[in-house]
């Protein structure tokens, strides 16, 4: 459930790894992943009752543009 978590940078030992691990995400389906999350949140804003879901979504394609070398934690 992506209520009440947040999502951070962590300072791992990922390195250059992570770096090209995130290229290889953004071109094979980070891309696609992110703009359907963009679309879903976009129109779940339209209604006073998506407004949270709609957040949920924008952050979900934050976190599925670069997920390597990020950490979800309880806010």
Known sequence: MPFGKK?????????????LFNII???????YTAFIHIIFGALLCITIIGI????????????????FGKEVVNA
Do not use: M
């Not at 995400?25 to 891309?31: N, V």
């Open 52 to 67: 949270p879901f709609g957040r949920q979504h924008f952050k979900l394609a934050e976190l599925s543009l670069s997920p």
């Open 7 to 19: 999502v951070i940078t962590t300072n791992g030992s990922g390195g250059c790894l992570s770096i």
């Open 25 to 31: 995400w953004i071109l094979t389906g980070g891309l």
